[in-house]
């Protein structure tokens, strides 16, 4: 089993950056994708970055590209979401999630999951 765990996030106003990291333990070869979600309120789960491990190659949601970066570190234990620009739209509880076999937008796709971290963006 795989277990995330997020951390970094806080509350910045408009136009300021925050840098959420995701700890991926237990990690296996098997879980090629890190995404990170986000949930605001009782909205729906939202995509907003894609890694595949093993290429590092990574997507974006519309609302977040250019803003956002995904990466991870060499030893790939760690996956980051560098977040620039934020915008009071982008509050919300951001997730990590893991998968086998390549990455996907549908957040019912990820069986393994983190237990969010809060960003709060005031304008």
């Known amino acids: 089993q795989v277990q995330l765990m997020e951390s970094g996030g806080g509350s910045v106003q408009a136009g300021g950056s925050l840098r959420l990291s995701c700890v991926v333990s237990?990690?296996?070869?098997?879980?090629?994708?890190v995404a990170w979600f986000r949930q605001a309120s009782e909205n729906r789960r939202e995509g907003v970055a894609l890694l595949y491990t093993p290429t590092g190659n990574t997507d974006y949601g519309s609302l977040v590209r250019g803003r956002f970066t995904i990466s991870q570190d060499n030893a790939k234990t760690t996956v980051y979401l560098q977040m620039n620009s934020l915008k009071p739209d982008d509050t919300a509880t951001y997730y990590c999630?893991?998968?086998?076999?390549?990455?996907?937008?549908?957040?019912?796709?990820?069986?393994?999951w983190g237990q969010g971290t809060q960003v709060t963006v005031s304008s």
């Open positions: 999630a893991a998968r086998s076999n390549g990455c996907s937008w549908e957040s019912n796709d990820y069986p393994d």
């Open positions: 237990e990690y296996k070869e098997k879980r090629d994708c």
